[in-house]
């Protein structure tokens, strides 16, 4: 696969990724995702949207994720749309730099 | 026949998955050529609809507050003394009063919106008097309620405009400050 990089708009992540962050994709691999990861994801309200934040935590391969935004306004995550199954899981999100 | 392990083929088929999706998203790869990877578009955005917030409510309710401010300290006692001059200046004057206390209201719930909900932790670094600016709208908004204070009314009003500004600056735009009175 050619490689894919991420690029975020918004500042769900902020303070640890702003606005214009990029990443670089990678698919899951064995035991992944973990709990911390930052993951791209379809959100599951909006098919044509896809998302990027952190994992909170998992159970029972539903994931739970975050923005890294304290503000409780700042991000659109499993706080409004719930847990999401780990197959809607894209790939992982690792920071180029 | 070999088999590869469940958790195997799990991250195989995802593989696959990402694949078939960034090929929808970029339907021509010929033309990302120059550049060495493909680069998609994410979304990191916030709970609500990040464009539906505007000071202009609050700029409008604290209008409505000076206004009113301004008309009770021009409405002149009656010259003439009587049971229906007292009545109708008592019910103007009432009718401003209340007006000023429900729009002095408004305005601060229009505030603190802004401050709570629209701005968020990012935004001190390039507004560090943020918080000071909102606290003292909405102490102002407490006075003009209980005082007919021509002085505090304005205060608000500039209080109110310095918002608008700090506002679209976040947003990133040039808005003029204009009022409806």
């Known amino acids: 696969m050619s490689a894919v990089r991420v690029r975020i708009s918004g500042d769900s992540m902020w303070p640890t990724f702003p606005d214009g962050t990029e990443f670089e994709l990678r698919p899951l691999v064995l035991n992944q995702p973990s709990i911390g990861d930052i993951v791209l994801v379809k959100h599951p309200f909006h098919s044509e949207l896809q998302i990027v934040k952190r994992i909170h935590s998992i159970e029972n391969e539903m994931v739970f994720l975050v923005g890294d935004n304290p503000d409780p306004m700042a991000s659109d995550d499993s706080h409004n749309f719930g847990k999401i199954h780990r197959e809607q899981i894209l790939g992982i999100c690792i920071p180029t730099e | ?181």
């Open chain 2, 1 to 181: 026949m070999h088999f590869l392990p469940f958790e195997e083929r799990q991250a195989q088929r995802l593989s696959f998955e990402l694949q078939a999706h960034i090929d929808r998203l970029v339907p021509n790869p010929n033309a990302m050529e120059e550049i060495p990877y493909t680069l998609i578009e994410a979304s990191a955005h916030c709970d609500g609809p990040c464009g539906v917030y505007d000071p202009a409510s609050a700029r409008i309710a604290g209008e409505a507050v000076q206004s009113m401010t301004k008309k009770m300290l021009a409405l002149e006692y009656p010259q003439v003394f009587s049971s229906e001059s007292m009545a109708t200046y008592m019910n103007t004057m009432s009718r401003y009063a209340a007006i000023k206390e429900e729009e002095a209201q408004k305005c601060k719930h229009e505030l603190l919106v802004l401050w709570t909900d629209f701005f968020k932790p990012m935004h001190l670094e390039t507004l560090p008097e943020l918080h000071e600016t909102f606290w003292n709208a909405a102490k102002l908004c407490s006075a003009c309620k209980v005082e007919v204070s021509a002085q505090h009314a304005q205060e608000l009003m500039d209080a109110i405009e310095e918002i608008h500004n700090m506002f679209w600056s976040v947003k990133g735009r040039e808005v003029p400050w204009i009022r409806a009175s």
